[in-house]
C-alpha cells in the first residue's frame, strides 16, 4: 500500500480498485485474487481505437505482483452510471 500512496503514479480508477481489494485483506500484499476482483465488478469503459466498450477489467493485466493497464489512458472514455 505504500507503494500505491507514495511511490507509484496511477490511474485514479485503478488506485481505488486496488485499494479495495488490498483493504479485504490487510497485510497481505498478494494480487492472486485481483484480476477475479476486477471481473466482480461493472466497472465499464470505451476503446476509442477499437470502437468498441468493455469492462475495466478487460485492459488490465496482472503478471505475478504487477498490475499492468494494457491502452493508453487517452484511448479510453470511461462509462459512468
Known amino acids: 500500500m505504500a507503494d500505491l500512496t507514495d511511490q507509484l503514479v496511477i490511474l485514479p480508477k485503478l488506485f481505488r480498485r486496488l485499494a479495495e481489494y488490498f ?3 490487510p ?3 498478494s494480487l492472486d485474487g485481483f484480476a ?3 471481473s ?3 466497472d465499464r469503459l470505451y476503446v476509442i481505437s477499437e470502437a468498441h466498450a468493455t469492462g475495466f477489467d478487460n485492459v488490465v ?4 505482483q504487477t498490475v499492468r493497464l ?3 489512458i487517452t484511448d479510453l472514455i470511461f462509462i459512468e452510471g
Open 27 to 29: 497485510g497481505s500484499a
Open 40 to 42: 466482480s465488478h461493472n
Open 61 to 64: 493485466t496482472v503478471d505475478g
Open 36 to 38: 477475479a476482483f476486477m
Open 23 to 25: 483493504a479485504l485483506s
Open 70 to 72: 494494457d491502452k493508453d
